[in-house]
């Protein structure tokens, strides 16, 4: 979906870019990363998404006569500028994480190379578009992981913020592991999976529950799952579905994708004695689904119970974040290039606040793994020109506690680099793989993580480590600017 959305910025951009036109060389070439310092929902891992949209963006990165209008407008840029941006284009480099990787907090998850009004300029929109599904993608994670291998359907768009955080949440959360969406446009723009089965006004709509539950079979024989808790679960709905199933049985129709959905009521206690009826009535595969604010808590809490549940249906908790509603994703100046030697000069951004300084430099992210076992060691945040091989032994340390050390022996351990090239000289190398294909790359992701780290409460933290030379550069840095 081509969207302009140059404007989708905060004035600031613009004004800095106006500032930077005025008195700066537009030429001088930076590098931003964008990264996040926390993990939402406490959980020990994130996942990457909204890389597509990002290159969309990107693509479609132009100023409109209407555009430039509406700045001159405002009366605070002047003609020269604003003749600038008539013929502005993205001239850098992007380089990424792809979607569906799990990442961890403070490494780039995008690394901006390009002259400072460019690179100014797409802070806000990025930040926009990750921020948003990085997050939508990590809390459907934890609920499709809290599911235990069931089947989770996204149910979200009647209470998300607005289409795009529907359409797009409902990307992230396929992405995610979801098995399908209640979301017609997202099923149509990525080519992913719908789901759904009927509202309570269908059953209220007919004479009785019985003729709606029979409407509803005729028409959707393959996939008829009845809503069971418009009048009376177990006196009404179980009975009257069970009734259903077994005409359909005696009229020779294959019983597939059939079963009921629970909509309300105690959901560990009605659906263990939902089948027990459908099992005595000779119906042990029928589906029993979920629904009703349910969040990877609630769904742990009810298998922890006995819950008799296969199917979960989630809705507003996923598709709003409701316990975490930002990803609190940041967009940092890392170096500048001295135009004369081509080199980058770190730079660094202190705060009293040790979360929030910055690691220098241009950087890259090096996914460390066991040889053994598959799974991730560390991540090293080191530079760019710096040479790794497995045949030589890796020194690990804690950035802040350096005396917490880890050396592994040749042979022991895997590594890869984990950010790719997304744009070169402002043209785009990287497609973007389609969303059932990010889909089944981030459960192999997954796989490469601890249970430990996996577990909804107090999971295990894997390590963030910066490399030697990163470090003595985040120093030195830190030292140069100790004026005490």
């Known amino acids: 979906m081509n969207r302009n959305l140059t404007l989708l910025t905060d004035l600031y951009e613009l004004t800095m870019m106006q500032g930077y036109f005025k008195e700066k060389s537009v030429n001088e070439t930076v590098i931003f990363d964008a990264f996040f310092r926390t993990n939402p929902f406490g959980s020990g891992y994130s996942i990457a998404a909204g890389l597509e949209q990002v290159i969309e963006y990107i693509n479609n990165l132009h100023f409109e006569q209407e555009d430039v209008d509406y700045l001159r407008s405002t009366g605070l840029f002047e003609e020269d500028f604003l003749d600038y941006l008539l013929h502005f284009h993205f001239s850098g480099d992007i380089y990424a994480i792809p979607e569906g990787t799990v990442v961890f907090p403070r490494e780039p998850l995008v690394k901006v190379i390009a002259p400072i009004m460019e690179a100014q300029l797409v802070e806000t929109a990025l930040l926009n578009i990750i921020n948003h599904q990085s997050l939508i993608a990590t809390k459907a994670s934890r609920v499709v992981y809290a599911a235990k291998g069931d089947g989770v359907m996204e149910f979200g768009l009647r209470r998300a913020q607005g289409p795009d955080a529907g359409i797009y949440g409902a990307r992230a959360s396929m992405i995610a592991g979801c098995i399908g969406t209640s979301n017609v446009l997202c099923g149509q723009m990525f080519d992913v999976p719908v789901k759904g089965t009927h509202a309570h006004s269908w059953i209220m709509s007919f004479p009785d529950e019985l003729t709606a539950f029979r409407t509803y079979a005729k028409l959707y024989p393959t996939a008829c799952i009845l809503l069971v808790d418009t009048y009376n679960t177990l006196k009404s709905g179980v009975p009257h579905a069970i009734q259903v199933f077994q005409e359909m049985r005696d009229a020779g129709i294959p019983l597939k994708g059939y079963g009921i959905r629970l909509d309300s009521g105690d959901l560990a206690y009605l659906s263990k004695k939902a089948r027990k009826m459908l099992d005595d009535a000779g119906f042990p595969d029928a589906i029993i689904s979920a629904s009703n604010d349910l969040d990877e808590n609630l769904i742990n809490s009810l298998k922890l119970q006995g819950a008799a549940i296969n199917s979960w249906g989630v809705g507003t908790n996923l598709i709003t974040a409701k ?162």
Not at 366 to 376: A, D, N, P, Q
Not at 417 to 428: H, R, S, T
Request: proline fraction near 6%; include cysteine.
């Open 323 to 484: 316990d975490n509603p930002s990803f609190g994703g940041v967009y940092k100046l890392a170096a500048i290039q001295n135009p004369e030697t081509g080199k980058f000069i770190p730079k660094i951004k202190l705060s009293e606040n040790t979360e929030k300084i910055t690691n220098p430099g241009n950087k890259t992210v090096r996914r460390v793994y066991s040889k053994e076992t598959g799974k991730i060691i560390a991540d090293l945040i080191c530079l760019v020109d710096e040479q790794y091989s497995e045949e030589n032994s890796l020194l690990l340390f804690d950035p802040k506690d350096t005396w917490k050390k880890t050396l592994l022996a040749p042979g022991t351990y895997t590594m890869r680099e984990i950010m790719i090239p997304v744009f070169l000289k402002g043209e785009c190398v990287y497609h973007s793989p389609k969303v059932m294909d990010i889909r089944e790359y981030c459960k192999q992701e997954l796989s490469t993580l601890w249970e430990e780290t996996l577990r909804l409460v107090n999971p295990n933290r894997v390590h963030i480590d910066l490399s030697n030379e990163l470090w003595h550069t985040k120093q030195q840095l830190l030292d140069s600017y100790n004026i005490h």
